[in-house]
């Protein structure tokens, strides 16, 4: 019964992600750039989801790509928080941390196709960082003056809420992982269960920033 329910929840959360992906190509021009990054954030994750779905039905290992799709998510996200922070002191060192990420990336990526265990290292940094983006993008808003705008209306907000709600929830997940496997594999599935359930509500958020007209403090990208 809980194995069903797992694989439906494993399997499901990839279903918001093509949600959002589809509102975000059928919107592309009206996208400012932040938007396009997440749409192709969104595209490239459908790219690799597939992949890692088509080794399991084959019941070859998927692992390997783990820090590939990492490396892609941490990348664009930087990105979209170098523009969306950009009077902020915090963007003028995005890039560099970017190119320090990518270098540690490639440097300890060992892709392994007889192992269960993945490194969970570049996980938690990811989280870390990101949620650092999160924690200033809402304290500039908290701390905004004049408040001259509906958070709700802010594709940001969302990308930004449901960042923070995914990374929270996942920390403790990526650093345990593998502890967790050793000591029990039908709770690391239940834990793996947790993560794509968290992931669901990421895209969700994903779609809803999809499909809002850009902040004022945008300008959509000429075609």
Request: glycine content about 4%; proline content about 5%.
């Amino acid at each position: 019964m809980w194995l069903a329910v797992e694989k439906f929840i494993t399997d499901f959360s990839t279903v918001p992600l093509a949600v959002a992906g589809v509102i975000g190509v059928a919107r592309y021009r009206r996208l400012d750039r932040n938007m396009q990054y997440l749409l192709l954030l969104t595209l490239l994750a459908l790219v690799v989801t597939a992949v890692a779905m088509w080794l399991r039905v084959r019941h070859r290992p998927n692992l390997f790509l783990f820090p590939i799709d990492t490396a892609i998510e941490f990348t664009l996200l930087a990105l979209i928080y170098r523009h969306a922070l950009r009077e902020l002191p915090i963007s003028r060192f995005i890039l560099a941390g970017v190119g320090l990420f990518l270098l540690g990336t490639a440097l300890t990526y060992r892709p392994r196709l007889d192992t269960l265990e993945f490194s969970p290292v570049q996980h938690f940094i990811e989280g870390v960082v990101v949620l650092t983006f999160v924690f200033y993008y809402f304290r500039r808003e908290i701390t905004r003056q004049v408040v001259t705008r509906h958070l709700e209306r802010d594709p940001m907000f969302w990308v930004s809420t449901g960042l923070l709600l995914y990374f929270s929830g996942n920390l403790l997940i990526f650093l345990t992982s593998n502890l967790v496997l050793k000591y029990s594999p039908t709770i690391s599935r239940h834990v793996w269960a947790i993560h794509a359930l968290l992931y669901t509500f990421l895209n969700v958020f994903y779609g809803i920033a999809l499909s809002l007209p850009p902040s004022r403090d945008e300008l959509p990208t000429a075609a």
